[in-house]
């Protein structure tokens, strides 16, 4: 895979869901390399200064005061990162280091930082090489930087932590070198430079980002075939309804929606007729919920964008001066994913609200009871719909804000915190529990369309019943069912659903 070339300060979006979703090496462009290397010069002026300048030539956070003399530059940056190198928990996901990694890369090549190029270019090259730092997941409180995930990053860079080569876990010098790398010492400022930013915060919501957004295409398809298990109505998915309320997430939902019923045998039996005046909000107001939803991830997109091209380190190489900032704080990564987190649990409830519609007989238009065609001796699918019931709940739990958990840390120096690294973490959990969430509601629409025959769904949505079949079998006997909630849960989670309708769906840009 050719390497993907980065301009500083102008990358987007779809370049980042690429690095997510592929995984390229990334480069800087070369032109911001002299931006870099002017910045880094004004850096080892200052270290060799009288004037204090924080985190150059002095400790750092409450031992700011602490004069460095310019021999210990080094040895102060080096016992930054050891010291910080402080986080507990499972590792971070390679994908998702990879792309950590990448967005330290542009917040480097906005000139600001003062790191020499060979940081640059030993990071470029690690990327290139298949060095993935192990960086533990918990730790971070959001502010002063994503401090100790960061650190356990940059520890590899010095030769130290450890880091994963070809499947391998290795310590950091020895990663290094497998691959003909060799550990870097840090000049002022440097390690710093890499540990103050929110990139660790930034990867894991981007992450969020991605997943949901796939998830929340997954949950248009699923939900028209809902609609037709159920024989819903179609009327709700007037284009004329939609533009007169003008919102493009519910016009796009709606649109998707209409696409892929269109042509549906069921739909046109019960077009005259039906006594049913109005279906459940669960079927009528899907554009509504799902394309909110969608608006909401976007505005959430637009901030991730921005942070993505950030230089977020402290202090700051300004035309004017060194001066110390808190561009560190990640409040705007934490509200970001706090409306991420919504998204998904608004998405997972209205979903799971159609399943508990399909199994009861009472409100599903003469489907048996809990889907199985011999109702008594077989449970069907009743426990998998109390399965979603509980991750339902478990992700309201989760969408409860992050940011508003502030906690002082560093003898009170760092007294408010955004909280954005576990508040974005957290989005990896609730995309799984509603992914698991559609693939239960994926087997129910499938099987309440099957018990429509001989009347027949939609060419799209007969594609997805039919990729469904290759992997997992109508219910007639109860069976053991786990296996195939796991089956269901990754053909939503790993797009195979999307592909089989072969229509296309809202786009996040």
């Known amino acids: 895979m050719m390497p993907l070339s980065l301009q500083p300060g102008q990358v987007k979006l779809a370049q980042l869901a690429e690095i997510y979703w592929d995984q390229p090496a990334a480069t800087l462009d070369p032109g911001c390399k002299p931006a870099v290397e002017a910045a880094a010069r004004r850096i080892q002026a200052a270290a060799q200064g009288e004037a204090a300048v924080y985190g150059v030539n002095t400790g750092f956070g409450k031992l700011a005061s602490h004069k460095i003399a310019p021999e210990d530059t080094s040895t102060l940056q080096r016992n930054l990162i050891l010291s ?13 280091a990879r792309l950590m990694m990448t967005l330290k890369l542009l917040s480097f090549g906005r000139g600001a ?45 010095i030769g130290a932590g450890e880091a994963e080569v070809n499947g391998d876990i290795l310590p950091g010098a020895q990663a290094l070198n497998s691959v003909r790398l060799e ?65 493009r997430g519910q016009t796009e939902a709606a649109n998707a929606m209409r696409a892929v019923l269109a042509g549906s045998e069921i739909r046109e039996s019960h077009r005259e007729g039906d006594t049913r005046v109005q279906d459940p909000y669960c079927i009528r107001c899907q554009p509504q919920v799902t394309g909110a939803a969608m608006d909401v991830m976007r505005q959430a997109a637009a901030t991730l964008e921005i942070e993505a091209n950030a230089a977020t380190d402290n202090p700051l190489v300004l035309e004017d001066g060194i001066v110390s900032g808190g561009n560190f704080h990640a409040e705007p990564v934490g509200f970001a994913a706090d409306m991420i987190a919504l998204a998904l649990s608004e998405i997972g409830a209205i979903a799971q609200r159609r399943i508990a519609l399909m199994v009861d007989p009472t409100l599903s238009f003469d489907l048996p009871p809990f889907l199985t065609p011999d109702p008594g001796l077989n449970s069907g699918l009743m426990i998998a719909e109390v399965t979603t ?38 989005l990896t959990r609730m995309v799984e529990n509603l992914a698991y969430i559609l693939g239960v509601e994926l087997l129910c629409a499938a099987q309440g369309v099957e018990f429509r025959a001989p009347l027949g769904t939609s060419a799209p949505l007969q594609q997805v019943i039919t990729r469904v079949r290759a992997d997992i079998p109508a219910l007639a006997e109860d069976r053991y069912l786990a296996p195939e909630l796991e089956a269901a849960k990754q053909l939503v989670a790993d797009g195979a659903i999307l592909r089989a309708v072969g229509t296309p769906m809202p786009e996040l840009t």
């Open 389 to 426: 019931a509980a991750l339902m709940s478990e992700n309201k739990h989760l969408a409860n804000p992050c940011v508003t958990d502030s906690t002082p840390t560093s003898a009170n120096q760092e007294d408010h915190v955004s909280m954005a690294a576990h508040g974005a973490r957290r």
């Open 183 to 247: 550990p870097i010492q840090l000049g002022p400022k440097e390690g710093l430079a890499f540990i103050n930013g929110t990139q660790f915060s930034t990867a894991y919501a981007l992450a969020g980002l991605f997943e949901a957004w796939r998830v929340g295409q997954n949950a248009l398809v699923i939900s028209a075939l809902s609609t037709d298990a159920i024989m819903g109505s179609t009327a709700p998915l007037r284009p004329e309804i939609h533009t007169l309320r003008g919102h």
């Open 113 to 157: 930082s003062g790191v020499r190029w060979e940081l640059v270019e030993l990071l470029q090259q690690m990327l290139a090489r298949g060095v993935t730092p192990v960086i533990p997941a918990q730790g971070s409180v959001g502010a002063s930087g994503d401090l100790a995930p960061l650190a356990h990053m940059t520890a590899v860079i």
């Open 84 to 96: 910080h190198c402080c986080g507990v928990g499972p590792a971070v996901p390679r994908r998702v």
